[in-house]
């Protein structure tokens, strides 16, 4: 599912609940990692995350589902990218402009992705 497809299908969504719960849809769509890819813990999250990479193509894990549907949009934002390409992108907007009900807490997780995102 690409990022695009990610965005339209919240954009159909009014409810906060039922859009938090496409969020965790998403998250199922994570393919596994593969052999080879160089994973890193996200330092700053609550929960267990992970963000893998094998050269330009992206993966992650999270222990939490909730937590996964928001690395499986993040991970669909950059997916395919060059880390130059990355650095140029505003992902803490793009982000944001989705509207997602989150807490402080997963802000601050959020946060921690995007950064590592960025500083490829």
Known sequence: MTYQDMKSALMLVDDPVMRLELVMEFGKT????PDGAACTEIVGCSSFVEICRLGNNFYGRA???LVRGVVAILIAMVDGKAP???KKMDLGSEFAS???NLGAGRLNGINS????????
């Open 30 to 33: 994570i393919s596994d990692v």
């Open 63 to 65: 222990d939490s589902a």
């Open 84 to 86: 130059e390409q990355i």
């Open 98 to 100: 989705l509207n997602l």
């Open 113 to 120: 992705m995007v950064r590592f995102l960025q500083n490829l």
